[in-house]
């Protein structure tokens, strides 16, 4: 089985045992990334959710059900994450970039002004986009600190922004393994990481895996970290 089969497969057993039906779609967008995927389910107003640094589009699954009762749910990858096309982040503009994500996925997907929602990287996202074409964010939805609101940052993740030193660390103590999953949501990302599920880790893991997501997740950190 091939990395990327893999992560569908750990996708959908997660997604199932939430009891969360989706569509998995492809769309290909003139933007920073040819072709953008991203998950869809629900009816009523749209809503695109953007989420966090080197993660994928099924760190919502756990609210995507409540959600798609009230919400057309458009859940994204972000360029170089999930199975959203790879992207090298080294001299990009970045805040120019995020602008144009969100804009040329919502005009792929045929959507004049939608509610954005964002976690962490995809709050910074959503905010350069918001602060650009107000006329097309109907409300702002803010979950966590957005990524540069808060500048406390653990250790490994700036020594992972930091060139030559992130090569080293990806191919021994910071290599993909369920067990540093679970440390840098421990570190960072949730209250309570003995909350989160075996299949859920599991799942995060195989997106460390998928082509073009380690580098991509490297170069980003050297885009907006330093080693203070």
Same mark, same amino acid.
């Given at each position: *089985?091939? /990395?990327?089969?893999?992560? #569908?497969?750990?996708?959908?057993? $997660?997604?199932?045992?939430?009891? /969360?039906?989706?569509?998995?779609?492809? &769309?290909?967008?003139?933007?920073?990334?040819?072709?953008?995927?991203?998950?869809?389910?629900?009816?009523?107003?749209?809503?695109?959710?953007?989420?966090?640094?080197?993660?994928?589009?099924?760190?919502?699954?756990?609210? @995507?059900?409540?959600?798609?009762?009230?919400?057309?749910?458009?859940?994204?990858?972000? +360029?170089? =994450?999930?199975?959203?096309?790879?992207?090298?982040?080294?001299?990009?503009?970045?805040?120019?970039?995020?602008?144009?994500?969100?804009?040329?996925?919502?005009?792929?997907?045929? @959507?004049?002004?939608?509610?954005?929602?964002?976690?962490?990287?995809?709050?910074?996202?959503? &905010?350069?986009?918001? *602060?650009?074409?107000?006329?097309?964010? #109907? #409300?702002?939805?803010?979950?966590?600190?957005?990524?540069? *609101?808060?500048?406390? &940052? +653990?250790?490994?993740?700036? $020594?992972?922004?930091?060139?030559? /030193?992130?090569?080293?660390?990806?191919?021994?103590?910071?290599?993909?393994? &369920?067990?540093?999953?679970?440390?840098?949501?421990?570190?960072?990302?949730?209250?309570?990481?003995? #909350?989160?599920?075996?299949?859920?880790?599991?799942? =995060?893991?195989?997106?460390?895996? @998928?082509?073009?997501?380690?580098?991509?997740? @490297?170069?980003?950190?050297?885009?907006?970290?330093?080693?203070?």
């Amino acid at each position: *089985m091939d /990395v990327i089969e893999a992560y #569908k497969q750990s996708r959908d057993k $997660l997604f199932e045992d939430r009891g /969360v039906k989706f569509q998995s779609k492809l &769309i290909p967008a003139n933007g920073p990334v040819r072709q953008v995927h991203y998950l869809e389910l629900g009816a009523g107003e749209p809503l695109i959710l953007i989420h966090g640094g080197g993660s994928h589009s099924s760190e919502w699954v756990d609210i @995507l059900k409540p959600l798609s009762e009230r919400y057309h749910l458009f859940v994204v990858d972000r +360029p170089g =994450c999930g199975l959203t096309d790879s992207m090298n982040y080294r001299g990009v503009a970045f805040r120019q970039s995020a602008v144009g994500f969100i804009s040329s996925f919502m005009n792929a997907a045929g @959507l004049e002004a939608a509610l954005l929602m964002g976690q962490s990287m995809g709050g910074y996202f959503s &905010i350069c986009f918001a *602060m650009e074409h107000p006329e097309r964010v #109907k #409300k702002l939805l803010l979950m966590g600190v957005p990524a540069g *609101m808060n500048r406390w &940052i +653990p250790l490994v993740l700036r $020594l992972l922004g930091t060139r030559g /030193v992130n090569r080293l660390l990806a191919g021994t103590i910071a290599k993909p393994s &369920i067990r540093n999953v679970r440390s840098i949501h421990r570190q960072l990302l949730v209250a309570d990481a003995e #909350k989160l599920s075996e299949d859920y880790l599991r799942h =995060c893991y195989h997106s460390q895996l @998928l082509p073009g997501s380690q580098p991509g997740f @490297l170069s980003l950190l050297e885009r907006v970290l330093t080693l203070k």
